[in-house]
């Protein structure tokens, strides 16, 4: 979404009182100091969608020699991360440990020119150091789910170890290398990834395999699950937008779908983006189906 600077504005013959009645009125939405927007358009907006036109603003009106970083540069790259910040703008400036807080965070800790790239003309930290910046930030979950985000959009284990050694001893690096060592780039939604990483720390769920691919006798597919244990029991995570289009043909194919598997013998357990959040629930639901097939 275009936005308008105070610096364009004035150079149109638009004063200051009026772009501020403008912002009053409500047709003018201020996306940050110097920085506005059409409000109708600023209201259609997702919150990721916002966030990305904040993160712009704030790298257009940069000064230093600083690139997006953490959950900025995720935002940038389409990285999907679990909880993302969106209260403040990240940029990382090669030097010493330190910086400052406010709408813009300043990190400032070493950062290698291979760990910088551009992306549609901004200045961001490559996908591999920003699933490491992010990591580093958050909880192993966190980790977890942004490094198996990275692998799915590209980035390889390699480069990830590799940006893991770069970033040295820091706060937050022994959750990170936890959470890379655990990422498996099979998954495909951070929700398979939350999921994996709750079922790590209960020590009664067996580790489930994943992706794999059942068929008939005769050989002819009948699905491929996003996690199983033993050929038993499978797992399917439902996201909010899982099917999309004709709703109806969609659930009638996956009904079709769970009773070719049951035809097999395998028991079907489901949850959605709730269960996560509470994951009681979900430990509860594993385990009591678990005992149910033998496991």
Known sequence: MDHLTRGSALRLGLSDSRLRRAVAAGSLHRIRRGHLCDAGEWADLTD?????????????????PASLSHHSAAAVHGLPVLRPDRRVVHFTLDGRSGGHSGPRALHRCPLDPVDVTTVDGLSVTTLERTAVDVACAGTFAQAVCVAESALRAGATREGLTAALVRAGRRRGIAVARAGLAYADGRTESIGESWSRALMRGWADVPEPRLQHTFTRDDGQFVARTD?????R????????????????????AERRRENALHALGVHVVRWTWSDLVHSERLHRLLRDRLRMVGL
């Open 48 to 64: 990721d969608a916002r966030y990305l036109v904040e993160v712009r603003a704030a790298a257009a009106a940069l000064t230093l």
């Open 227 to 231: 996690f199983d244990w033993d050929g």
């Open 233 to 252: 029991l499978v797992g399917e995570f439902d996201g909010e937008v899982k099917y999309g289009g004709d709703t109806r043909a969609a659930v009638l």
